[in-house]
């Protein structure tokens, strides 16, 4: 049954004029975004199969790909959906970027970039004096399951945006945290050159399953205060 063939007082819109968006059920929610269906269901069916199909949180998560592979998105449906999802993420951080004082408010800070991930991705938040973000850039391989840290552009990067101390992430998509012989060096070489142009690296932090491996805090690496 499409939208207009059901009695106007229980559209979804004229419900959430009527009484509000709290009174609306999930799928009429994502109904109202989604404007319209396709032609064999409504736009309450359609938004009903994504969240009995993917659930609210998976979908905030998808790309552009993967939205465009459920059958009746097409680019302008994914677009949209991909616009409020981001503004869902970026409004769910904005208490967490005052200031970056410790490992576990970095891992809540970060923790939406890596839920669902199954390769693994580099990132890194970029600070000021102060500890407050200046930028937060991904570093990825799309061809890849792993990436190496790119050591020459985290440095440009950190050049470019004045930035005066960085965090480094990554995660393992396997749910072990902790770091490889390899994570470990690479912590070292990158901490040694960001010294070298007064730029901290403050920690490297690893993601798993539910939980992060802080290589600062395990290794006691004795970082300097930010100059």
Do not use: W
Not at 119 to 132: G, P, R, T
């Amino acid at each position: 049954m499409k939208i207009k063939e059901i009695e106007k007082s229980i559209r979804p819109r004229e419900k959430m004029i009527e009484y509000g968006a709290s009174y609306l059920t999930d799928s009429e929610l994502l109904a109202i975004i989604l404007s319209s269906g396709n032609k064999n269901e409504s736009a309450i069916d359609l938004a009903k199969r994504m969240i009995d199909e993917y659930g609210f949180k998976r979908l905030l998560y998808l790309n552009y790909q993967e939205l465009k592979k459920i059958k009746g998105i097409k680019e302008a449906k994914a677009t949209k959906l991909m616009a409020i999802f981001e503004i869902i993420r970026r409004v769910s951080k904005q208490d967490t970027t005052d200031s970056l004082n410790n490992p576990y408010i970095v891992y809540k800070y970060i923790i939406n970039e890596y839920i669902f991930k199954e390769e693994e991705q580099i990132a890194v938040i970029y600070l000021d004096k102060s500890k407050k973000v200046i930028s937060k850039k991904i570093y990825t391989d799309n061809e890849s399951t792993s990436v190496k840290i790119p050591k020459r552009k985290i440095v440009n990067d950190a050049i470019n945006y004045n930035s005066k101390a960085i965090y480094l992430i990554h995660n393992h998509p396997s749910g072990n945290v902790m770091p490889s012989d390899d994570d470990l060096e690479a912590t070292e070489e990158l901490f040694n050159i960001l010294y070298y142009v007064e730029v901290l690296l403050l920690d490297h932090i690893i993601i798993g399953k539910n939980n992060f491996y802080s290589i600062r805090e395990e290794k006691e690496y004795d970082i300097n205060e930010i100059k």
